[in-house]
């Protein structure tokens, strides 16, 4: 029974580069949420999600960003043109009902 | 000032001590109370989940949530140096899947 699983487990982008990272979520699982973590901070909520839907994205910039969960395949979080701010590692969870999550073990972006 | 507070530590101990683990909060609305623990390198592994006031204990872990002062514990007895992490407390309000981190409190236990 396979946890969340995120990848790549590092990406590294230059400055204006997009970058993908997908998030597949625990097996039947319909809740997924992705968070965001820079160094000598706490884990800071970006968006939830349910299949093919949008729930809250309250902590989303409110540019370069977007993610989708379609109904076939990973959560995805996008951020186009990448600035050195936006290194970080980024968490994906996910739930089955309201109970706690369970994360992945992250992706580490790196802007160069 | 941050809706969760939490120290960051380091918090050395020897093997065997209590460890004793604190957040304060400013929201009142918060209904729901998670201790994670984080290993280097790792995504954060969900400890405890407590709903409202009260202890629940597991293991060699207990969590207390005491809602009149807005603080909220975690203790570990026994500390093993395997205990070695950052402990995130979290929580959100009832209706809402958002969670509210602390900073996380970085554990050291010796052997």
């Known amino acids: 029974n396979a946890g969340v699983m995120q990848n790549p487990r590092h990406l590294v982008r230059r400055r204006g580069q997009e970058a993908r990272l997908r998030c597949s979520p625990m097996k039947g699982h319909s809740h997924v949420y992705w968070y965001r973590q820079l160094p000598e901070e706490g884990l800071k909520f970006m968006v939830y999600?349910?299949?093919?839907?949008?729930?809250?994205e309250s902590g989303m910039p409110k540019e370069r960003f977007s993610a989708e969960f379609p109904k076939e395949g990973p959560s995805i979080l996008r951020i186009q043109q990448v600035v050195r701010g936006d290194s970080a590692a980024y968490f994906c969870a996910s739930s089955l009902d309201n109970y706690g999550y369970t994360f992945g073990s992250g992706t580490r972006l790196t802007v160069v | 000032q941050k809706e969760v507070e939490q120290d960051p530590g380091p918090l050395s101990v020897p093997e065997g001590a209590i460890v004793s683990l604190n957040c304060t909060y400013s929201n009142s609305a918060f209904q729901y109370f998670m201790w994670y623990r984080q290993y280097s390198r790792k995504g954060p592994e969900l400890l405890m989940y407590t709903y409202s006031s009260g202890n629940k204990e597991d293991g060699r872990f207990t969590a207390q949530v005491d809602k009149s002062s807005k603080y909220i514990s975690l203790f570990i007895r026994d500390s093993q140096p395997s205990d070695s992490a950052t402990y995130l407390c979290a929580m959100r309000k009832t209706g809402f899947q958002k969670l509210v981190f602390g900073t996380g409190t970085r554990l050291l236990v010796s052997p």
């Open positions: 999600l349910q299949k093919e839907n949008i729930i809250d």
